[in-house]
């Protein structure tokens, strides 16, 4: 199974970008999906999941209001939208697959990842 990753880059703070990851696994809508993070020297962390179906969700408390999850089960991708940019959310951000058809929030909950795309926000 692939996960490949797109749309990071380097932007201002209060700017927006949008990731991408397209997946290879076959019934792509039988898995949830989630977006982490990781800064240089702070461990990985959870930013948002969402359900196989995409009808239900989760945020980090740090990026609720600001990043949207969303997912097109017929290009086997998601996406995440993240507007009004900070500094810290200056990290490599990971896509993975959940091992279940819902949400999850530990990276334990996750078979595959992706490569990682970096997210850099000037202040």
């Known amino acids: 199974v692939q996960l490949q990753a797109s749309g990071g880059g380097l932007v201002q703070a209060g700017g927006s970008l949008r990731l991408s990851c397209a997946s290879s696994r076959r019934a792509f809508s039988s898995y949830g999906m989630g977006w982490f993070r990781q800064a240089p020297g702070k461990e990985r962390e959870f930013v948002a999941t969402i359900s196989g179906s995409g009808s239900v969700v989760y945020y980090a408390d740090s990026v609720k209001g600001r990043f949207t999850i969303s997912r097109d089960n017929t290009k086997n991708t998601v996406y995440l939208q993240m507007n009004n940019l900070r500094p810290e959310d200056t990290a490599v951000y990971y896509c993975?697959?959940?091992?279940?058809?819902?949400?999850?929030?530990?990276?334990?909950?996750?078979?595959?990842w992706g490569q990682g795309t970096q997210v850099t926000v000037s202040s």
């Open positions: 993975a697959i959940c091992r279940t058809v819902f949400t999850g929030r530990n990276p334990s909950q996750y078979d595959y």
